[in-house]
């Protein structure tokens, strides 16, 4: 296997890529009591229009399928349910969908083996049945309705509709009541053997193991299929605009919510399959946005004196290959100000300059930050494959945080944070509404 | 390496859990003072004037700079209910020094000096009070937080499901206070308040991380340590005390604009001894503790009414609680069908497989407590508060020794005490 050590967190990742197109990760955890698995394929909720290897015509099916799929694949032909049967081995398990990737995954201390026979035959073995498809649609639907009690869920969803014009991202990964109803059993075999080659696959397993014997134990649990061709992933056009600067839902919330966009089409455009250059301008928009409103700044200290916002925004960069976004997230007593307070001081810094002193700070705080994510086995295993699937290696982010210089920075300020690319959506209720409008 | 508590002064505690696995130290400190309708809301307002500023760092933003410098350290707080008590709780994460990229710093020593005047020394401009902006902006601040009960509608039922049946008992109260009350809170009676609480409460301090002989000298040469004088904590030691009779069930309903209805329905536990809390994990972890669960099993996987349908043991109490997420016209359909699991559950309607699988599933939680910090930092602080000390060996034991009829036994001892339910 090969052997990727990196010194500064002291942690080492073997890799293989297998015959049959599979890559296996293994992040050895010596004293940990807790083992954790992860089986990925790099199809999401993104991917609904695709050419299927060795055929010509596009195919186009419902949205929300492969989060469909991920909730079918515990089913079995014998009549149980592998949730089940590993929930019964005392191991946690589970699954879940994003835009570019579906997982199933467990932790256990005990019965490792016996869960992996249980893991490697469900995802290897789909059962659908017309009868147990109709049905998943009823829970799915409850699902659907649960997350639209959720205003923080709301206002994530409604930002990206604000601007995106035609990408799937902007819709809900688990589809709609409607969409959902269009699904069939023939659909999802269908994305089934399309997506779940293993060529378009990836395992992450951490614990305290030796990675070469734990290797054969997953490759003697792979039942024969060849590696498939690639796979031709259709997404629309998409303009650098934004589709509407601002978007407004009423629901019952005590503040106001909001979620600060910035459309970073240039993204796509600059790094076209180069990870190092994806990593790095992850790291800068990081630095940027801590320097703009994190805890230290001066603009954070001053909204929250003034009783504005509680606590600093979350601060995301969400990305892919076709789309990338910048999101602050929070709650604010009045938003539209806060967008306004943000956009001078993005002024006020491109005119001053950035400060040496103010980046060694932050880039110290995003050395820890990322330190601490390889505490955890379950955090590891995650994060190595979803960066995977973006063709990145966790460890860079480590590596490339000494390497981001002001210049670089400045570059990136100008070149991301412009106010055409802005977007706010706000969740308030409706008496918030009229007391803002009195103010 | 093992758990070492070590009493520093009378009521204080310092607990070190040594552990070189993680990329962190993590510290916390827990000030534990009983549940009072009159310092509820004080209690949880103390917590957040202390992070505006210390002695040494009076502004908020001078904290910010010190953390980013120590690469990234946290410093946060939060206030918490265990059983009739309010904990006020701070904690505190810095990199191990092992993986310090300049190997000339003291990580561990400075962490802990900065926490302990952060909790212990706060910025008071040489007078008997906070600094009245801070106090006056965190009431502000705590009076928003107390308004968003509402935003987390299942949250907000299991609040409420709580205050109705504990109405004018402390288990009721909501652990960050009143509105009410916030007015007549200023800078000087709750500096006063925060200094009857360094006096009378219950202190533990935590350290979890690398294992260093000097803790403890650190902590017992502390001056903000010194300053602390020894005391009887007046804290409630939690013990298990059913209701005096079973209550007759009751039914609330309530309307929000709610897209799904959610269902509390919280069950009273009529035991005494606080052994019987392994039976009752067991019998939790059947009722609705996991996919198996016959919650999860009847009411989404065959009757498809909720997406999550599971149960929660608050031992401090003595309760289970059920959640429900469901469409709304389901409501009666779904009561009944749990219903029905409570008397299957007194009729033994469940196999010894199922009971083995509960086991197998706490005893790997139990096993993998030590490989995250804070669970393991929350196991020893709640074994402190039961006052039963039992080792994580002995807890696995006694798991292990459950059977099914204990199990029966203990469903005979569940009750109904409130069915909550929001709508639209």
Redesign the interface.
């Known amino acids: 296997m090969q052997i990727v050590e990196n010194l500064?967190?002291?942690e080492k990742v073997y890799q293989e890529k297998l015959d049959n197109g599979l890559t296996v990760m293994i992040i050895p955890?010596?004293?940990?009591?807790?083992k954790f698995i992860i089986w990925g394929t790099h199809y999401g909720s993104n991917d609904s229009t695709f050419i299927v290897p060795g055929e010509t015509d596009v195919t186009e099916v419902p949205k929300g399928v492969a989060h469909f799929l991920e909730h079918k694949m515990f089913e079995q032909e014998n009549g149980t349910?592998s949730?089940?049967v590993l929930?019964?081995?005392?191991?946690?398990?589970n699954a879940y969908t994003t835009n570019d990737h579906t997982a199933y995954l467990y932790?256990?201390?005990?019965?490792f083996k016996e869960a992996l026979d249980e893991l490697m035959d469900y995802v290897q073995h789909p059962y659908f049945t017309d009868e147990n498809v109709e049905?998943e649609k009823?829970?799915i639907g409850?699902?659907i309705?649960?997350y639209?009690?959720y205003?923080q869920w709301k206002v994530y969803l409604n930002a990206l509709e604000a601007m995106y014009h035609n990408h799937p991202v902007k819709l809900d990964i688990t589809g709609s009541i409607e969409t959902i109803s269009q699904i069939d059993k023939d659909i999802l075999y269908k994305c089934y053997q399309t997506f779940y080659n293993p060529a378009n696959m990836a395992m992450v397993i951490c614990g305290d193991f030796e990675p070469e014997s734990l290797l054969e134990e997953v490759k003697k649990r792979l039942i024969e299929v060849k590696a498939g061709g690639e796979i031709k992933r259709i997404y629309p056009e998409e303009p650098d605009t934004i589709v509407k600067p601002k978007v407004e839902q009423i629901?019952?919330?005590?503040?106001p919510l909001y979620t600060i966009g910035i459309k970073d089409m240039a993204a796509t455009q600059n790094t076209t399959k180069n990870p190092e250059e994806l990593v790095k301008r992850h790291l800068a928009i990081e630095i940027l946005l801590n320097l703009l409103i994190?805890?230290?700044s001066?603009l954070y200290?001053k909204l929250?004196?003034e009783?504005m916002i509680?606590s600093s925004p979350t601060l995301e960069y969400e990305f892919s290959y076709t789309y990338a976004h910048l999101l602050l997230t929070g709650?604010a007593k009045d938003p539209e100000r806060l967008l306004a307070e943000l956009k001078q001081e993005i002024n006020t810094i491109k005119e001053q300059g950035i400060q040496e002193e103010d980046v060694n700070?932050?880039r110290?705080?995003?050395?820890?930050?990322y330190?601490?994510e390889?505490?955890?086995?379950a955090d590891i295993a995650r994060m190595f494959l979803a960066d995977y699937f973006k063709g990145i290696c966790s460890f860079d982010y480590l590596e490339q945080i000494g390497s981001i210089t002001v210049d670089y920075l400045t570059q990136i300020l100008s070149e991301v944070f412009s106010e055409d690319h802005m977007i706010l959506s706000i969740v308030k209720s409706d008496c918030q509404n009229a007391s803002t409008k009195s103010e | 390496m093992e758990y070492k508590p070590n009493e520093i002064k009378e009521g204080i505690t310092l607990h070190q859990i040594p552990n070189d696995?993680?990329?962190?130290n993590l510290m916390a400190i827990f000030i534990t003072t009983t549940l009072t309708r009159e310092n509820v809301t004080k209690n949880a307002l103390i917590p957040t004037v202390l992070r505006r500023g210390s002695k040494q760092m009076p502004?908020?933003?001078e904290i910010?700079?010190t953390?980013?410098?120590?690469?990234?350290?946290t410093f946060d707080c939060g206030v918490d209910k265990r059983g009739d008590n309010q904990v006020l709780k701070f904690y505190f994460?810095?990199?191990n020094d092992?993986?310090l990229?300049n190997g000339d710093e003291n990580m561990l020593k400075d962490s802990l000096e900065k926490f302990l005047e952060l909790v212990f020394d706060p910025y008071t401009d040489g007078t008997n009070q906070f600094k009245p902006e801070y106090v006056e902006?965190e009431k502000?601040?705590l009076k928003?937080?107390i308004?968003?009960?509402?935003?987390n509608?299942a949250k907000y039922a299991m609040d409420r499901c709580i205050e109705e049946m504990y109405k004018d008992e402390p288990f009721g109260l909501y652990r960050y206070g009143y509105v009410e009350d916030l007015e007549s809170i200023n800078a000087e009676n709750l500096y006063q308040s925060y200094q009857q609480l360094l006096s009378q409460s219950k202190i533990d301090l935590f350290v979890s991380g690398r294992d260093n002989p000097k803790i403890k000298e650190w902590v017992n040469q502390n001056p903000n340590i010194q300053k602390l004088a020894a005391r009887k904590p007046q804290f409630v030691s939690i013990s298990s005390k059913p209701k005096d009779a079973p209550v007759p069930e009751k039914v609330v309903q309530e309307s929000?604009?709610?897209?799904?209805g959610k269902l509390m329905i919280g069950l009273d536990l009529a035991i005494e001894d606080t052994n019987l809390q392994y039976p009752t994990t067991i019998y939790n972890s059947i009722l609705g503790g996991?996919?198996?669960s016959k919650l999860f099993?009847k009411v989404?996987?065959e009757a498809?009414?909720?997406?999550?349908a599971s149960s929660s043991y608050v031992k401090n109490k003595n309760n289970i609680f059920i959640s429900c997420?469901?469409?709304i016209p389901n409501y009666e359909k779904t009561v009944e069908i749990i219903k029905k699991q409570l008397e299957a559950m007194k009729q033994g309607d469940f196999t010894d497989?199922e009971v083995e699988?509960a086991?197998?599933?706490l005893?790997?939680a139990i096993?993998?407590v030590?490989?995250?910090?804070d669970t393991e930092l929350m196991y020893y602080f709640a074994q402190e508060l039961m006052n039963t000390k039992h080792s994580l060996k002995e807890y696995s034991d006694r798991i292990s020794q459950v059977t099914k009829q204990d199990v029966i036994d203990i469903a005979h001892k569940v009750t109904i005490d409130t069915i909550y339910f929001l709508k639209d």
């Open positions: 500064k967190v002291k955890k010596k004293g940990f009591q807790k349910n949730l089940d929930t019964a081995l005392g191991v946690n398990a932790d256990c201390t005990d019965h049905k009823g829970i409850q699902e309705m649960m639209e009690d205003p629901m019952e919330v005590s503040q994190g805890d230290s001066p200290q929250y004196e009783g509680l709650q700070r932050i110290k705080t995003l050395y820890g930050d330190l601490k390889y505490n955890d086995v | 696995r993680f990329k962190t502004t908020q933003e910010s700079k953390l980013e410098e120590m690469y990234g350290a994460e810095s990199i092992n993986f990229p902006q502000d601040n928003k937080i308004e968003s009960k509402i935003d509608k929000m604009e709610v897209t799904q996991s996919a198996n099993q989404r996987e498809s009414l909720a997406y999550s997420g469901i469409d497989e699988n086991k197998q599933g005893l790997s096993k993998s030590n490989d995250e910090q």
